[in-house]
């Protein structure tokens, strides 16, 4: 008989991790409600055409497609499979592919639904995504983000409400993060300053892999890829710029003289910083001029938070994106977003030991089964506790003692209500502490006291 298994990069959780993951989720989205956002979902799989093309050519790659329904090789001839030429193959014999992220399906729902929308339009939406990758540590095939944007506006306040958002919901988990902010306009303008304004993609997919493969292996991509070593040497100093963000700002600020992109960067850079400052963050906020994140559709602020006390990978990421709509036929909507990763929180959540203790249980009472009269006393009043909102439960046999107790042991239900013969004469109860094994007589209309 075959052993039964799950995919490689995906996971099953039990009853205690749906507990914790439900608490990521939660306060999520509280945070985001507060902030005024509204929740929607888009179905698991779009359609290919939707999603090919927006993520980069290594992006493409990592798309799960579904076969086609029924006869899913009629539309190949016996020549398109002996040619054996697996992208013209893809597209032939499959037209869906599962989500990839939430910002794509997102704008090809904005486009749909236009007319229903009154812009800007604030959402959020936690569902989940797939990628063909290779799974390792902090990284899944399947996992869940938990994404808010705002459309149809312009204003920088959005950028600066997001960071808001950020720090809001990290101060909540208990994790120190560093904020890390930067601007394509930024990456562009340094393009353009060292003669490379055609290579702006190459040089933001290098640059982006700093902190994992160090200056030195960058610097080889880029020749790898065609970037003259003059332009490589000027390089070089921009990213290696220390100081205050002040600093940093005005230095490139400098720089860019003779580029317009650049400056319109460090402006809108600027303007962000100054009202995040003011606002007194409790996290870290920081300029950093290697950060480019490697999708193609940001085109203004890009975000990206990494814990300070963990070794993980980004945790959030988000940016601005001016031209995400305009390919499916709606120009002139502005979009900014994040993303939590809420699989990598977890991990940052378990790793630090920081997810509140009353997360190991989901009952928070048992009633002991003694019988059926018992039952029958117990039944009116766990429906009145229930009502109260206390989690409770009857166990469903009048089995031994031991047995009933060693269910709530393994359960992690903190108490345990014994009711027989002498409790019901008496309409009390004897309330066990299961993890200080005290016990106490409560009367039966006072229980419900001890929970609320």
């Given at each position: 008989?075959?052993?039964?298994?799950i995919p490689k990069?995906t996971r099953?959780?039990?009853?205690?991790e749906?507990?914790?993951?439900n608490?990521?989720?939660?306060?999520?989205k509280?945070?985001?409600k507060?902030y005024g956002?509204?929740?929607?979902?888009?179905?698991?799989?779009?359609n290919?055409?939707?999603?090919?093309g927006k993520?980069?050519?290594?992006?493409?790659k990592l798309?799960?497609?579904?076969?086609?329904?029924?006869?899913?090789?009629?539309?190949m001839?016996?020549?398109?499979?002996?040619?054996?030429?697996?992208?013209?193959?893809?597209n032939?014999?499959?037209?869906?592919?599962?989500?990839?992220?939430?910002?794509?399906?997102?704008?090809?729902?904005?486009v749909?639904?236009?007319?229903?929308?009154?812009?800007p339009?604030k959402?959020?939406?936690?569902?989940?995504?797939?990628?063909?990758?290779?799974?390792?540590?902090?990284?899944?095939?399947?996992?869940?983000?938990?994404?808010a944007?705002?459309?149809?506006s312009?204003?920088?306040?959005?950028e600066?409400?997001l960071?808001?958002?950020?720090?809001?919901?990290f101060?909540?988990?208990g994790?120190?993060v560093?904020i890390r902010?930067?601007?394509?306009?930024i990456?562009?303008?340094?393009?353009?300053?060292?003669?490379?304004a055609?290579?702006?993609?190459?040089?933001t997919?290098?640059?982006?892999?700093?902190?994992?493969?160090?200056?030195?292996?960058?610097?080889e991509?880029l020749?790898?890829?065609?970037?003259?070593?003059?332009?490589i040497?000027?390089?070089?100093?921009?990213?290696?710029?220390s100081?205050?963000?002040?600093e940093?700002?005005?230095?490139?600020?400098?720089?860019?003289?003779?580029?317009?992109?650049g400056?319109?960067?460090?402006?809108?850079m600027?303007?962000?910083?100054?009202?995040?400052?003011?606002?007194?963050?409790?996290?870290?906020f920081?300029?950093?001029?290697?950060l480019?994140?490697?999708l193609?559709?940001?085109?203004?602020a890009i975000i990206?938070?990494?814990a300070?006390?963990?070794?993980?990978?980004?945790i959030?990421?988000?940016?601005r994106y001016?031209?995400?709509?305009?390919?499916f036929g709606?120009?002139?909507?502005?979009?900014?977003?994040?993303?939590?990763?809420?699989?990598?929180?977890?991990d940052?959540?378990?790793?630090?030991?920081l997810?509140?203790?009353?997360?190991?249980?989901s009952?928070?009472?048992?009633?002991?089964?003694?019988?059926?009269s018992?039952?029958?006393?117990?039944?009116p009043?766990?429906?009145?506790?229930?009502?109260?909102?206390?989690?409770c439960?009857?166990?469903?046999?009048s089995?031994?003692?031991k047995?009933?107790?060693s269910?709530?042991?393994?359960?992690k239900?903190?108490?345990?209500?014994?009711?027989?013969?002498?409790?019901?004469?008496?309409?009390s109860v004897?309330?066990?502490?299961?993890?200080?094994?005290?016990?106490?007589t409560?009367l039966?209309?006072?229980?419900?006291?001890?929970?609320?």
């Amino acid at each position: 008989m075959q052993k039964p298994s799950i995919p490689k990069g995906t996971r099953d959780f039990s009853p205690e991790e749906m507990a914790k993951r439900n608490y990521i989720f939660d306060t999520i989205k509280e945070v985001y409600k507060l902030y005024g956002f509204s929740q929607i979902e888009t179905p698991a799989m779009e359609n290919l055409n939707t999603l090919m093309g927006k993520y980069g050519e290594e992006g493409d790659k990592l798309l799960f497609k579904i076969l086609n329904s029924g006869d899913f090789l009629r539309s190949m001839s016996n020549k398109d499979i002996d040619e054996g030429n697996s992208v013209k193959t893809a597209n032939k014999i499959s037209e869906k592919g599962l989500r990839y992220d939430l910002t794509v399906p997102f704008a090809r729902y904005v486009v749909m639904h236009r007319n229903e929308i009154t812009f800007p339009f604030k959402r959020y939406q936690i569902q989940q995504v797939w990628r063909a990758d290779r799974p390792q540590k902090g990284r899944y095939r399947e996992f869940y983000q938990c994404d808010a944007d705002i459309v149809g506006s312009d204003s920088l306040l959005n950028e600066v409400e997001l960071v808001q958002i950020i720090d809001e919901v990290f101060t909540q988990f208990g994790i120190n993060v560093s904020i890390r902010i930067n601007n394509r306009k930024i990456l562009s303008g340094i393009a353009e300053i060292i003669g490379e304004a055609d290579n702006i993609t190459v040089i933001t997919t290098a640059i982006d892999k700093i902190d994992k493969i160090g200056l030195e292996k960058v610097n080889e991509e880029l020749s790898l890829a065609g970037v003259t070593d003059e332009a490589i040497q000027k390089l070089q100093p921009i990213l290696q710029l220390s100081g205050t963000t002040s600093e940093k700002l005005d230095e490139l600020r400098g720089l860019f003289e003779t580029s317009e992109i650049g400056l319109k960067g460090v402006e809108e850079m600027e303007y962000i910083f100054n009202k995040c400052t003011a606002l007194e963050l409790k996290n870290g906020f920081v300029l950093d001029l290697t950060l480019a994140r490697g999708l193609n559709y940001y085109t203004g602020a890009i975000i990206e938070v990494k814990a300070v006390d963990a070794q993980m990978g980004s945790i959030t990421g988000g940016g601005r994106y001016d031209n995400l709509t305009g390919i499916f036929g709606l120009k002139g909507v502005s979009g900014v977003g994040i993303s939590f990763g809420a699989d990598r929180i977890y991990d940052v959540l378990t790793d630090l030991d920081l997810f509140p203790n009353n997360f190991s249980h989901s009952t928070d009472l048992l009633f002991v089964n003694f019988g059926e009269s018992e039952s029958d006393f117990i039944l009116p009043l766990i429906t009145k506790m229930r009502k109260a909102g206390v989690r409770c439960e009857l166990y469903p046999e009048s089995a031994k003692m031991k047995k009933q107790l060693s269910y709530a042991d393994n359960n992690k239900i903190p108490y345990v209500a014994l009711i027989g013969a002498n409790e019901i004469k008496n309409s009390s109860v004897t309330l066990k502490n299961m993890i200080s094994g005290e016990q106490k007589t409560v009367l039966v209309d006072d229980l419900k006291g001890e929970f609320i």
